[in-house]
């Protein structure tokens, strides 16, 4: 079925430029002055918007070619697909050949999903929720965390993510750590994409973090951050796939905490510096592109290409480490609160992040890898479902899958004078979110996102996840 008024869309979508075409709930796109371009594919449930903006962040981004040679050979995105700040749209998947696009992962790097399991039910944790909530806003929102790490630790988690880590905590375990089981956490370096090692380079770290010697206490470790970012107390509602989720060790009626989280401002720090470096490597005297993206190229700056990928996985190790002290944190605490509770993890996957695939490599902006058997997150907000799925390894989308639902409300649309402050319309009556800012709960709410089962419907028909469980939401940390 065509979307309403579907002629009258891509006529006003050709007045700004695109050439853009509808089949089958896929809308291409490309720029009508880059014909050369890949046509890039957008999958949107029926009755979603299309949004004009972020179409032109798609098809800006599918047109990014180096005048040295590279360029892109395969653009898409997922179904929460929404326009971006930095000018590159939320839910953005591309395949590059002879070139890396910095401004494509942004900032955030290695922004990504947590979800572990707590054989707690839902009485058990309400009992005693008020105790665990004042422990946990003293973490999270009052900096009573101490996750001191040693320099040495410092340098080897910048190097090499979760395993370096861990192998300096086994030496001098500081902070909150010492009460960790270190055996437990190495073995949940399984259930991390890449193991949560990429090849990084402390020297590329911000100074004041890797020092020659001494303790380190850095004040972004174990922080949730800002946006939509969140630690969420979720219930284990139904389980789709019985056996997958068996041997995942997930059942009906658990309790799950799912965090979202990144690199902070590390990522500020790297992403920042690169896209700097990038738009000076320009060559002098030619037009800089009308996107203002900046790709570089292994043809003139092979060395360059090899440092930022360096750096990216810099800041990514730090990601890693960054969700896995978030989690760690609620894991003490509920052991603190509830006595005998082991909280396995049962997957840490990235949704901003560059990743050697296909012919070169494949950058995914708010978009996670969905590879064949792999376990895949997607989050709704925090009055919907969120999801555990698996990846069925879909090529037409680069073997990725959505996020998250995707906002259909700006932050600043939610809080402009006049909007409408309403608990009932905003969707939060009945919400249970700990945050110190009303203005984040707002911000936050659900009626800001669009509907997540409409998001998940659509990729299970495009065979590229498959639904193992369901989890409803309990109450939400909101930095």
Not at 154 to 163: A, D, E, N, V
Not at 318 to 326: C, K
Not at 375 to 396: D, E, T
Request: neutral net charge; glycine residues 10%.
């Amino acid at each position: 079925m065509q979307p309403k008024n579907l002629k009258r869309l891509l006529r006003a979508l050709e007045r700004q430029g695109l050439d853009v075409s509808y089949n089958n709930r896929t809308y291409s796109v490309r720029l009508l002055n880059s014909p050369d371009a890949p046509v890039a594919e957008v999958l949107l449930p029926e009755g979603f918007p299309v949004e004009a903006k972020a179409l032109k962040q798609l098809a800006n981004l599918a047109s990014v070619c180096h005048p040295s040679g590279g360029c892109v050979c395969r653009a898409c995105a997922t179904p929460d697909f929404h326009p971006g700040d930095a000018g590159v749209a939320i839910g953005s998947i591309v395949e590059t050949v002879g070139q890396v696009i910095p401004g494509a992962v942004g900032s955030d790097i290695n922004c990504g999903m947590r979800l572990h399991v707590v054989d707690l039910t839902i009485d058990e944790f309400m009992a005693k929720r008020d105790q665990f909530v004042e422990k946990m806003k003293g973490d999270y929102f009052f900096g009573t965390r101490d996750v001191t790490m040693t320099a040495e630790a410092m340098r080897s988690l910048f190097q090499y993510g979760i395993p370096g880590w861990l192998d300096a905590m086994l030496d001098r375990a500081t902070g909150s750590v010492i009460k960790s089981d270190l055996q437990q956490l190495a073995q949940e370096s399984e259930r991390i994409f890449l193991g949560g090692s990429m090849d990084g380079n402390w020297k590329l770290a911000p100074e004041e973090l890797v020092p020659d010697a001494g303790l380190v206490r850095d004040g972004g470790l174990a922080t949730i951050g800002g946006g939509n970012h969140f630690v969420e107390v979720q219930r284990v509602d139904k389980v789709e796939n019985r056996p997958l989720a068996h041997t995942w060790g997930v059942r009906e009626g658990q309790l799950a905490f799912m965090i979202h989280s990144g690199s902070r401002n590390v990522g500020k720090y790297i992403g920042g510096m690169w896209r700097d470096k990038a738009k000076a490597t320009w060559q002098k005297g030619l037009k800089y592109p009308d996107s203002q993206i900046f790709p570089l190229s292994t043809h003139s700056h092979p060395e360059l290409v090899a440092s930022y990928l360096q750096a990216e996985a810099t800041a990514a190790n730090y990601a890693f480490i960054n969700r896995l002290l978030l989690a760690e944190l609620l894991r003490l605490r509920l052991r603190e609160v509830y006595k005998d509770v082991e909280a396995p993890l049962i997957y840490d996957l990235p949704h901003n992040i560059t990743l050697p695939e296909g012919k070169g490599w494949v950058t995914r902006k708010g978009a996670c890898p969905a590879h064949t058997g792999q376990p895949v997150i997607i989050p709704g907000s925090m009055g919907a479902y969120s999801y555990l799925m698996v990846g069925k390894g879909n090529p037409a989308f680069c073997n990725s899958a959505s996020h998250g639902a995707g906002r259909i409300r700006s932050r600043f649309d939610l809080n402009r004078r006049g909007a409408s402050q309403n608990e009932a319309e905003l969707g939060l009556t009945g919400i249970d979110c700990i945050t110190l800012r009303e203005e984040r709960r707002i911000e936050e709410a659900p009626a800001a996102y669009k509907p997540i089962q409409s998001v998940i419907d659509v990729q299970v028909e495009a065979e590229m996840v498959e639904v193992v469980a369901r989890l409803s939401p309990v109450l939400t940390f909101k930095a």
